[in-house]
């Protein structure tokens, strides 16, 4: 079977589409490699629901150091919570499409069990 994780994101740069990449690779490696339309799709939404949740939490500690450590202009507390708040939310959302995506794909495999089937030659 083709490497479908591949041809994902290819409008993206580099840096980001390896990160993008890595993270549907061990989604595919975590819940099995056959996944359904519906599911792929998911999938696909779910790394970048991760990617926008990783940004929310860097953007939120950037603020936070900004504002206890920055010299000059530093954010305000409003700015503060609103940045804290939306990583929350999106944690909230990553975490939703995560169980979304256990519901789709079947439980997650035991690690054991993959790599020894991995080691056997099947997948």
């Given at each position: ?6 041809r994902?994101w290819?409008?993206?740069p580099?840096?980001?589409?390896h ?5 549907m690779?061990a989604?595919?490696a975590r819940y099995g ?5 519906v599911?792929?799709?998911?999938a696909?939404?779910?790394?970048e629901?991760?990617w926008a949740?990783?940004?929310?939490s860097?953007s939120?500690?950037h603020e ?8 000059g202009?530093r ?5 503060v919570d609103?940045r804290?708040k939306?990583?929350g939310l ?8 995560v169980d979304?995506?256990e519901?789709?794909g079947?439980?997650?495999r ?5 790599l020894r089937?991995?080691a056997?030659?099947?997948?």
């Amino acid at each position: 079977m083709p490497d479908r994780v591949g041809r994902l994101w290819r409008d993206l740069p580099e840096p980001e589409r390896h990160a993008l990449r890595g993270y549907m690779r061990a989604l595919v490696a975590r819940y099995g490699p056959v996944f359904d339309a519906v599911a792929w799709e998911h999938a696909k939404l779910t790394v970048e629901t991760w990617w926008a949740t990783r940004a929310a939490s860097s953007s939120a500690l950037h603020e936070i150091v900004s504002r206890a450590h920055g010299k000059g202009r530093r954010p305000g507390l409003p700015a503060v919570d609103r940045r804290m708040k939306r990583a929350g939310l999106q944690l909230g959302s990553y975490a939703d499409m995560v169980d979304r995506l256990e519901a789709l794909g079947g439980a997650k495999r035991d690690l054991a069990t993959a790599l020894r089937k991995h080691a056997e030659g099947g997948r």
